[in-house]
């Protein structure tokens, strides 16, 4: 029993010492760990939401952000599949909020480009008509996978465009993000990123134009620099 309340007492201490910076990576590889193998979701969970809570009490706004996805998948796992979008109906909440800072905000629409992605790709389980939840502001169940596609280029865009200034002090705050780290022969910003997700995202099979397809296939071809420099500044013209 004593043993249980030191374990107890040493792991709330060690969120709230790492709430004002970032988590430990320990921590964090344990919970994705935990949502790999999907054992012991439950204490993760509650462990996720205990470092979400501490991230928006210190306003870093990229382990809220973090704690909030993986939360979102979490409850993916514990839920039916038709409460998909029930579960990450927090975003649209904190962007139609007027009041929501900007940082916060290029977050949020990086977690529903994500969200719409990963739906868009997805086998569902049951009829689609299913999965919409009543009271949302945008019924993203009943869109077309055009219209899906579309709304997720226009989260990413609006992340760039509002996470253009975010700058963070280790990479590791942000790795997290990244859907494939071997792009980057070199230390990637926030912006590298965001551009990159754009481009895998196109890649995955978006509707896009074959101008704009043979232009992605063109940026393939450059050194790092060129590529980072001329994806970044077409990508703000889409």
Same mark, same amino acid.
């Given at each position: 029993?004593?043993?249980?309340?030191?374990?107890?007492?040493?792991?709330?201490?060690?969120?709230?010492?790492?709430?004002?910076?970032?988590?430990?990576?320990?921590?964090?590889?344990?919970?994705?760990?935990?949502?790999?193998?999907?054992?012991?979701?439950?204490?993760?969970?509650?462990?996720?939401?205990?470092?979400?809570?501490?991230?928006?009490?210190?306003?870093?706004?990229?382990?809220?952000?973090?704690?909030?996805?993986?939360?979102?998948?979490?409850?993916? &796992?514990?839920?039916?599949?038709?409460?998909?979008?029930?579960?990450?109906?927090?975003?649209?909440?904190?962007?139609?909020?007027?009041?929501?800072?900007?940082?916060?905000?290029?977050?949020?629409?990086?977690?529903?480009?994500?969200?719409?992605?990963?739906?868009?790709?997805?086998?569902?389980?049951?009829?689609?008509?299913? &999965?919409?939840?009543?009271?949302?502001?945008?019924?993203?169940?009943?869109?077309?996978?055009?219209?899906?596609?579309?709304?997720?280029?226009?989260?990413?865009?609006?992340?760039?465009?509002?996470?253009?200034?975010?700058?963070?002090?280790?990479?590791?705050?942000?790795?997290?993000?990244?859907?494939?780290?071997?792009?980057?022969?070199?230390?990637?910003?926030?912006?590298?990123? =965001?551009?990159?997700?754009?481009?895998?995202?196109?890649?995955?099979?978006?509707?896009?134009?074959?101008?704009?397809?043979?232009?992605?296939?063109?940026?393939?071809?450059?050194?790092?620099?060129?590529? =980072?420099?001329?994806?970044?500044?077409?990508?703000?013209?889409?």
């Amino acid at each position: 029993m004593k043993k249980g309340i030191i374990l107890f007492l040493f792991f709330s201490v060690n969120i709230a010492g790492q709430a004002q910076n970032t988590t430990d990576e320990a921590i964090w590889d344990n919970i994705v760990l935990s949502m790999d193998k999907k054992i012991n979701l439950l204490t993760t969970l509650t462990r996720v939401q205990t470092i979400k809570e501490n991230a928006k009490a210190f306003k870093n706004y990229s382990e809220f952000a973090r704690a909030s996805y993986y939360e979102a998948i979490i409850k993916d &796992y514990r839920s039916e599949d038709t409460a998909f979008f029930k579960n990450s109906s927090f975003i649209d909440s904190i962007l139609l909020d007027p009041a929501s800072p900007v940082e916060l905000r290029a977050w949020m629409h990086f977690l529903q480009a994500k969200r719409l992605e990963y739906f868009n790709s997805k086998s569902l389980k049951f009829h689609v008509s299913l &999965y919409e939840v009543k009271g949302q502001p945008l019924n993203y169940a009943a869109f077309s996978k055009n219209d899906l596609d579309s709304l997720v280029a226009l989260h990413l865009d609006q992340t760039k465009i509002l996470g253009r200034n975010l700058v963070f002090s280790s990479l590791k705050e942000i790795a997290w993000i990244v859907s494939d780290t071997s792009l980057f022969l070199f230390k990637p910003q926030f912006p590298d990123i =965001i551009a990159a997700e754009q481009i895998l995202s196109y890649r995955k099979g978006f509707n896009i134009s074959d101008q704009l397809r043979n232009r992605i296939l063109h940026w393939l071809t450059l050194s790092q620099n060129d590529f =980072i420099f001329s994806a970044f500044a077409s990508l703000s013209t889409f």
